[in-house]
Nanobody, 121 residues
């Protein structure tokens, strides 16, 4: 069984910064693309940023220049550095891996449980 565990959410004032982290647990051989998605109240889940196993990245237009995604393949982690946060960034942020190769099987489209980010005075 593979799990993704997010951490780092919380309350921050507009203009502030937060770093989200996501760690994959289990006996893992490799992980494919990883990403961060978010879902605000009453809205659909949307892509925030993704990073491939070779560190190619793409970002939602709304976060370009403010957020940075990076990964550590050795530690099986992906992180999201969020700067210049705005109230509209308030959402539950979810970590995702499109493929996790383990000893006994490969898992596809794996999600974490989510971590809440609130940007408010």
């Amino acid at each position: 069984q593979v799990t993704l565990v997010e951490s780092g959410g919380g309350l921050v004032q507009p203009g502030g910064s937060l770093r989200l982290s996501c760690a994959a647990s289990g006996t893992i051989f490799s992980i494919g693309d990883m990403g961060w998605y978010r879902q605000a109240p009453g809205k659909q889940r949307e892509l925030v940023a993704r990073i491939t196993s070779s560190d190619a990245t793409n970002y939602a237009d709304s976060v370009k220049g403010r957020f940075t995604i990076f990964r550590d393949n050795g530690k099986k982690t992906v992180s999201l550095q969020m700067n210049s946060l705005k109230p509209e960034d308030t959402a539950v942020y979810y970590c995702n891996a499109d493929r996790v190769v383990m000893r006994v099987r490969t898992y596809f489209d794996v999600w974490g449980q989510g971590t809440l980010v609130t940007v408010s005075h």
